[in-house]
């Protein structure tokens, strides 16, 4: 148990001045602004955001400039600025089917309709260190050349649709159920189990990219192992609808830049359920598909029961395991809470243990008057 | 919740394109223009709006997490109320968003929207080829081949 404490301020202070000076660094270097950060780390920006559960580029490199780069720390900031913030109301769900998409690939078909786009990606890079990068005034990577555009006409943004539609059209993947029901909302209400299905998303959107990534690659390697193929990754920004009360409409109040996972996993079928193909689900905010993809196959794995499948006993099929597990703010808290001052708690502590000694220390002294 | 679509449409429309614009593009964009004065009818207030998505794209609604909004109200003298809806947390935004649509619901609005909307949606159709044309040239065409063992 932490109990309150007092004094140290002084010690406090000088402490947080001290921050403050190695958050600046060498001050013969240039000073980061909020803008580089938001331009030039987005993927950065992206998991604070995701993370942070707030869309907002500007307080996510913010967040990450106060944090020093410890992207929980600015995960923890953009949490408690958003408690701050009157809730408007709840958007209209996005249409990821009418997204403007940069990157679009499936890796089941191979001619998928409206085509494969790479988009901006690591993938297919060599990962060798670019050391152009690091040249200052020599070649200056500054002056990269703006990415082509295809030649011949330019294309029209047209609306790509979703490559599992047409798996679903000959019924060989499983609908989802529809819905209009306002969802349970983590942010408003203390989780309750069972949850259901939309709980279960908003927690896993909102979890920590490391605890998720390794449940889903627990997954993979055998711990209910679900066979999971990417249908479909895409990326790209969605419109943002809000109906207005006042006005008696719906009007479009922004845009998101979101990326979608859907996997296909194979299913033999159950006392419920025919031979089908089966669905994970993952949508994220900004460009992280790695934790998009990672979503989707936990996601998979927590609806064995819905699907009728057996509970293998991976922590991956464990809702309460995993709910509980994967806000990295929760964690961090009850984690680095422990180096707070516990002084009353362990002396009591020293006590018992002091206690427990000296009746042993009596007892073996007792035992040896016996043996004499 | 629409009332009758074709009525609001035109409104909903011109208010989306102001709320997706940017802050520094629509400031530009009034800068050269004479605008009149207004009262607050709700002064502007930062807030979030819980983004919802579907489960498997189609299915039930479930919340993904919030984004920053401002929103405010204000009235002309000549009694057009405009409202604004506008991602962020830019008050004078969102001001000048509500201005445009109040002078778009009065005798104004042809030169609104030749100012103002217009140019906006262009940048907008422009932005968003510009971004397809670069998608389009990392478009790929994937061969599975044959292995000769047959």
């Known amino acids: 148990m932490y109990v309150a404490v007092k004094g140290g301020e002084r010690a406090i202070d000088a402490a947080h001045d001290w921050l403050a000076e190695e958050r600046r660094g060498d001050p013969a270097v240039p000073e980061l602004s909020v803008a580089q950060i938001r331009e030039q780390m987005a993927l950065a920006v992206n998991r604070v955001m995701a993370e942070g559960s707030l869309y907002d580029r500007d307080l996510a490199a913010l967040a990450i400039k106060q944090a020093r780069g410890d992207l929980i720390e600015a995960i923890f900031l953009i949490r408690a600025y958003r408690t701050t913030l009157p809730r408007f109301g709840g958007s209209r769900p996005v249409d990821t089917g009418a997204m403007d998409c940069i990157r679009r690939i499936s890796a089941t078909f191979k001619d998928a309709p409206g085509g494969q786009v790479l988009g ?16 200052e005034g020599e070649a200056r990577p500054d002056d990269v050349p703006p990415a082509e555009a295809a030649p011949g006409p330019r294309p029209e943004p047209a609306p790509v649709p979703h490559i599992l539609d047409f798996l679903g059209q000959d019924g060989l993947i499983q609908a989802e159920a529809p819905g209009e029901d306002d969802p349970r909302d983590l942010t408003r209400e203390p989780l309750e189990l069972p949850a259901d299905r939309a709980l279960r998303l908003q927690s896993l959107t909102r979890g920590d990219e490391g605890f998720v990534l390794g449940l889903a690659y627990s997954t993979q390697r055998g711990y209910a192992r679900n066979h999971a193929f990417v249908g479909e990754l895409r990326i790209g920004t969605c419109a943002v609808e809000l109906d207005i009360p006042e006005l008696g409409f719906a009007v479009e109040i922004g845009e998101v830049e979101l990326t979608e996972c859907e996997t296909v996993n194979q299913f033999k079928g159950s006392k419920t359920e025919p031979p089908q193909f089966t669905r994970g689900y993952g949508l994220t905010f900004g460009q992280t598909e790695r934790k998009a993809i990672s979503m989707a196959l936990v996601d998979r794995a927590l609806r064995w029961k819905e699907l009728g499948e057996d509970f293998a006993g991976a922590p991956a099929q464990d809702e309460e395991f995993v709910l509980s597990h994967a806000d990295n703010i929760q964690a961090t808290g009850f984690l680095e809470h422990i180096k707070l001052p516990h002084y009353v708690d362990f ?26 | 919740m629409s009332k009758i679509d074709d009525d609001t449409a035109p409104r909903a429309a011109w208010m989306g394109l102001l709320a997706r614009s940017r802050p520094d593009r629509l400031a530009a964009l009034l800068a050269p223009l004479d605008l009149p004065a207004h009262d607050w009818a709700r002064a502007p207030e930062s807030g979030a709006v819980m983004v919802r998505g579907r489960a498997g794209g189609t299915g039930a609604p479930f919340n993904l997490g919030e984004m920053t909004v401002t929103r405010c109200a204000l009235r002309l003298a000549t009694g057009e109320v405009g409202h604004a809806y506008v991602q962020g947390r830019d008050r004078a935004h969102a001001t000048r968003a509500a201005l445009v649509d109040a002078l778009m619901q009065g005798p104004r609005a042809a030169e609104m929207q030749a100012a103002v909307l217009d140019p906006l949606a262009a940048d907008r159709a422009a932005q968003r080829a510009a971004r397809a044309g670069k998608a389009a040239a990392t478009r790929v065409e994937f061969f599975t081949l044959v292995r000769g063992e047959d």
């Open chain 1, 120 to 135: 901006p990606t690591f993938d297919y890079t060599h990962r060798l260190l670019d050391f152009a990068l690091a040249a």
């Open chain 1, 347 to 372: 002396q009591s502590e020293m006590e018992l243990v002091r206690k427990i000694r000296a009746a042993a220390d009596r007892a073996r002294a007792g035992l040896g008057e016996a043996a004499e």
